[in-house]
Structures are given as structure tokens and as C-alpha cells.
């Protein structure tokens, strides 16, 4: 969208000038009034439409700019492959497995591509091959050795303006969710947030080809030879899932939480092409000036990373039943989980919160005990490998997505289990020996 003046309404008062933050207006000549001025929007403009209510005179107005937008000249699926201090994020992994996926659906010279910025990171790009990527772009700079938002939009729109993916993916991390909005805006193109699901729109033309179908095609036009991503995500809190598609310009955008998709198997001692991209930034071009990095003091837990999670939830009655929970967790080598009930109760940190609106989880094992099942909890971690339920009440959700179900007093329930996880663990030791 842009703004734009009526020349034959504008009195030259100047009032506008005041709601502009970017000092976008200024005068120009006309002797269509009595001041002999009307007001003029310059280059500094950034399109936010404050203005539009500041004329009492109707002289500002909206354009609705539609600007057509090659897709031809677009190719090929980008990862950002998030690093922090030189440690690839697993969701970037995961990703690269997804995209691998969607480039073969569409078609055969599409490419996987990661994108690595930072400084001295040129060891990742060994890991981004082995997990699939066939190209590895490298942005490195010392302006780029920690996170900020400036910088990496700055050299992330440098990029793809030198070489038009057709679609990008990231993490929807706290990074993720930063940087990717600033892209898509940059960009003027869309963005779907918290995708669940990623699959490859094909134009119905195309399939008629290569099925060679005998079918009518005289209705279908042959110049619709663009494909797409179907993007779906949670909507309306979890009560339905959306699916939504770009169709009209580029990259195709979408953030993805960690612990959605499947990291293909390792391929150890893959190769691929490394190009490496001399960022055009200074340090003029960071508002923001990072003095120190400090590293909470307490525990943090890793929820994407865990192969068995134990989670209470509102049935603990309080917060001394997380001390069960993790006494569990530690018997069983996992970590703690929560529900969004218990976290706004204050019973736990929001770190632990499983679900649509905390870490979407996919471990080996997960022990939902005292959890009702609401659909934003489901909507985190239904994908588990095995899902185990403790709860009083037998009509309660989560059994309908549990593999094993346990309908009795968690406070009950959970010390047996440890008793018999102890058994077991003496009879294997006695055993052994």
C-alpha cells in the first residue's frame, strides 16, 4: 500500500507533517490555493499510513499498488540455517529434510539450498550437506557475529534480490519469528507463521502434461506453469487447520516450529557447492549494539531435543507435584514438561510449556500425567512416538491420542511406576554380572 496527495483538496496547512514519523512530507509549488503550496511525499516514506487520518480536508488517500511480479524468474527452496555461537539450531535440520522433500515434488532441477550467516562458521557447512542441502550460502562478516535484526535482514534481502529463491523456510524460533517478518516485509510478500504441514501446489496444467493425460485440456491455460507451497497451520486456537498459499509473489515464505518435521537420516560425507557472499553492510547499519551476552542462571530445559518428556498438568492440584513430575523425569533419563494451565498458574516456567502456544515436541516418550488434553496441548505434541496418559477421569482427551492409557491418582500411580523402573533396573544389574 501507498499514499498519495489530491493535489485539488490539499490546502498546504502543513498538518500532516506532524503525523509522519519518517519526515516524508515536505512543500511544493502550486497555485491552486491561496498558500500557493501543496504538500509532496518524498523518498523517505516507508508506506506505515499514519497519515491517512491526519487531513481534515480528505487530501491524503490510499493506492492499492498492484505490482506484477515475474515468478518465472524464482528458484529453487532456501533454509536459514540458524546458528547460535556457531551450533546449528536442530528446526534448521529438520528443514532441510522438508525441503529436500519439496523440491522433488517440484520438479527435477530444484535445488536445497542453506543459508549460513554469521563469522567463522565455515565448519556448518559440512553438517548442512550431510543433512541434505545441495547448496550452502555463505554470508560471513564480523558485523554478523551475533544475531541482530538490522544486520541479517540487511544481508538476507542483499541475497535473495542477487538470487530470487522461490521459496524460504525458517525456524519458528525467537530468531525466526524476528527475522522472517522483516524479510517478507522487505520483500512485499507473504509470510505463514507456525506451519504444521508443508506440500507442493502444482498448476493443473502441468499435471495434465505429465500424465499425459487424454482428458480436455482446451479449458486449462498453458501459460499457468507455476507451482507453489500449500501452507497449512493452526487457526481460530487449534479448531481448524488453514491452509494457505502465495500465489502472486515471491519467496514463498514460511516459519515452522522445531519438533514438526523429520530430520532425514545423516549422510555422512555428503558434499555440495559452498558459495560465499561478501555482505554489503557496516556498522552504520546496526541500531542496536550488543555489550554482553548473559546466559540465564537457571535451568533451562530442552524440550526439542529430548527423547522422553514427563508433563504435568492442572490435575498436580499445585506446584509441589512438579517435584513428582521431576523426580519421574529423572528416574526415566527425560525432562519436564508442562501444560499452558500449569504455567499460568505459576506452578512452572513457561520454558516447559508443551503445546500450540509453548514447544511443539515430538521425543520417543511422553508421559502426559494430570493432563486433560485440551486441543492447543494436542496440537504440540500429538506427533510423539508414544504418547502415555495418567488421569483420574477416564473421558478425559488425551486418551483418544494415547497409545497407553492409565485411568487413576497420578500420586498413586507415578511411585509404582518408579518402583517398578527400580525393579527392573536390579534385576538387569543382577543379571549382568
Same mark, same amino acid.
Given at each position: 500500500?501507498?499514499?498519495?496527495?489530491?493535489?485539488?483538496?490539499?490546502?498546504?496547512?502543513?498538518? &500532516?507533517?506532524?503525523?509522519?514519523?519518517?519526515?516524508?512530507?515536505?512543500?511544493?509549488?502550486?497555485?491552486?490555493?491561496?498558500? !500557493?503550496?501543496?504538500?509532496?511525499?518524498?523518498?523517505?516514506?516507508?508506506?506505515?499510513? *499514519?497519515?491517512?487520518?491526519? &487531513?481534515?480536508?480528505?487530501?491524503?488517500?490510499?493506492?492499492?499498488?498492484?505490482?506484477?511480479?515475474?515468478?518465472?524468474?524464482?528458484?529453487?527452496?532456501?533454509?536459514?540455517?540458524?546458528?547460535? *555461537?556457531?551450533?546449528?539450531?536442530?528446526?534448521?535440520?529438520?528443514?532441510?529434510? $522438508?525441503?529436500?522433500?519439496?523440491?522433488?515434488?517440484?520438479?527435477?532441477?530444484?535445488?536445497?539450498?542453506?543459508?549460513?550467516?554469521?563469522?567463522?562458521?565455515?565448519?556448518?557447512?559440512?553438517?548442512?550437506?550431510?543433512?541434505?542441502?545441495?547448496?550452502?550460502?555463505?554470508?560471513?562478516?564480523?558485523?554478523?557475529?551475533?544475531?541482530?535484526?538490522?544486520?541479517?535482514?540487511?544481508?538476507?534481502?542483499?541475497?535473495?534480490?542477487?538470487?530470487?529463491?522461490?521459496?524460504?523456510?525458517?525456524?519458528?524460533?525467537?530468531?525466526?519469528?524476528?527475522?522472517?517478518?522483516?524479510?517478507?516485509?522487505?520483500?512485499?510478500?507473504?509470510?505463514?507463521?507456525?506451519?504444521?504441514?508443508?506440500?507442493?501446489?502444482?498448476?493443473?496444467? %502441468?499435471?495434465?502434461?505429465?500424465?499425459?493425460?487424454?482428458?480436455?485440456?482446451?479449458?486449462?491455460?498453458?501459460?499457468?506453469?507455476?507451482?507453489?507451497?500449500?501452507?497449512?497451520? #493452526?487457526?481460530?486456537?487449534?479448531?481448524?487447520?488453514?491452509?494457505?498459499?502465495? #500465489?502472486?509473489?515471491?519467496?514463498?515464505?514460511?516459519?515452522?516450529?522445531? !519438533?514438526?518435521?523429520?530430520?532425514?537420516?545423516?549422510?555422512?560425507?555428503?558434499?555440495?557447492?559452498?558459495?560465499?557472499?561478501?555482505? $554489503?553492510?557496516?556498522? $552504520?547499519?546496526?541500531?542496536?549494539?550488543?555489550?554482553? %551476552?548473559?546466559?540465564?542462571?537457571? $535451568?533451562?530445559?530442552?524440550?526439542?531435543?529430548?527423547?522422553?518428556?514427563?508433563?504435568?498438568?492442572?490435575?498436580?492440584?499445585?506446584?509441589?507435584?512438579?517435584?513428582?513430575?521431576?523426580?519421574?523425569?529423572?528416574?526415566? !533419563?527425560?525432562?519436564?514438561?508442562?501444560?499452558?494451565?500449569?504455567?499460568?498458574?505459576?506452578?512452572?516456567?513457561?520454558?516447559?510449556?508443551?503445546?500450540?502456544?509453548?514447544?511443539?515436541?515430538?521425543?520417543?516418550?511422553?508421559?502426559?500425567?494430570?493432563?486433560?488434553?485440551?486441543? *492447543?496441548?494436542?496440537?504440540?505434541?500429538?506427533?510423539?512416538?508414544?504418547?502415555?496418559?495418567?488421569?483420574?477421569?477416564?473421558?478425559?482427551?488425551?486418551?483418544?491420542?494415547?497409545?497407553?492409557?492409565?485411568?487413576?491418582?497420578?500420586?498413586?500411580?507415578?511411585?509404582?511406576?518408579?518402583?517398578?523402573?527400580?525393579?527392573?533396573?536390579?534385576?538387569?544389574?543382577?543379571?549382568?554380572?
Amino acid at each position: 500500500m501507498a499514499v498519495e496527495i489530491l493535489k485539488d483538496k490539499c490546502i498546504g496547512c502543513g498538518q &500532516c507533517f506532524k503525523s509522519c514519523p519518517y519526515d516524508a512530507f515536505e512543500f511544493e509549488p502550486y497555485d491552486g490555493n491561496k498558500l !500557493g503550496k501543496v504538500a509532496k511525499i518524498n523518498a523517505k516514506c516507508s508506506s506505515c499510513n *499514519q497519515c491517512l487520518t491526519a &487531513c481534515k480536508f480528505g487530501a491524503i488517500q490510499e493506492v492499492k499498488q498492484e505490482a506484477k511480479v515475474d515468478l518465472s524468474a524464482y528458484k529453487h527452496i532456501w533454509v536459514f540455517a540458524e546458528q547460535r *555461537q556457531g551450533k546449528i539450531q536442530n528446526v534448521a535440520l529438520e528443514l532441510l529434510g $522438508e525441503g529436500k522433500k519439496l523440491a522433488k515434488d517440484i520438479s527435477d532441477d530444484t535445488q536445497i539450498c542453506a543459508v549460513l550467516i554469521g563469522n567463522n562458521i565455515d565448519h556448518l557447512a559440512q553438517e548442512c550437506f550431510e543433512y541434505g542441502a545441495e547448496k550452502v550460502y555463505m554470508v560471513q562478516d564480523p558485523l554478523l557475529e551475533n544475531f541482530t535484526t538490522d544486520g541479517y535482514t540487511k544481508v538476507m534481502k542483499q541475497l535473495i534480490d542477487e538470487s530470487k529463491p522461490e521459496i524460504g523456510l525458517y525456524g519458528a524460533t525467537h530468531i525466526g519469528r524476528d527475522f522472517a517478518p522483516r524479510i517478507a516485509a522487505r520483500c512485499n510478500t507473504g509470510l505463514t507463521a507456525d506451519c504444521t504441514h508443508l506440500d507442493v501446489k502444482v498448476s493443473k496444467y %502441468i499435471e495434465f502434461a505429465k500424465a499425459n493425460t487424454t482428458l480436455d485440456t482446451s479449458t486449462l491455460d498453458p501459460n499457468d506453469t507455476d507451482t507453489g507451497i500449500k501452507q497449512t497451520r #493452526p487457526a481460530f486456537g487449534g479448531n481448524l487447520m488453514a491452509t494457505i498459499i502465495c #500465489p502472486k509473489t515471491r519467496p514463498q515464505m514460511s516459519t515452522v516450529r522445531p !519438533g514438526v518435521m523429520q530430520k532425514q537420516e545423516r549422510q555422512v560425507g555428503a558434499t555440495g557447492e559452498i558459495v560465499n557472499v561478501k555482505p $554489503e553492510i557496516s556498522k $552504520e547499519d546496526i541500531r542496536i549494539e550488543i555489550k554482553d %551476552i548473559v546466559k540465564s542462571m537457571k $535451568e533451562m530445559v530442552s524440550l526439542t531435543d529430548a527423547k522422553i518428556i514427563c508433563s504435568g498438568g492442572r490435575g498436580l492440584g499445585d506446584a509441589s507435584g512438579f517435584e513428582l513430575i521431576k523426580q519421574f523425569a529423572d528416574k526415566v !533419563g527425560g525432562v519436564v514438561g508442562s501444560s499452558r494451565a500449569a504455567v499460568d498458574a505459576g506452578w512452572i516456567d513457561h520454558s516447559h510449556q508443551v503445546g500450540q502456544t509453548g514447544t511443539t515436541v515430538k521425543p520417543e516418550i511422553y508421559f502426559a500425567c494430570g493432563i486433560s488434553g485440551a486441543i *492447543q496441548h494436542l496440537a504440540g505434541m500429538q506427533t510423539s512416538n508414544c504418547i502415555v496418559a495418567i488421569n483420574k477421569d477416564p473421558d478425559a482427551p488425551i486418551f483418544e491420542v494415547a497409545d497407553y492409557g492409565i485411568v487413576g491418582d497420578l500420586y498413586k500411580v507415578i511411585p509404582e511406576i518408579i518402583a517398578e523402573w527400580d525393579n527392573a533396573e536390579a534385576l538387569y544389574d543382577a543379571t549382568t554380572k
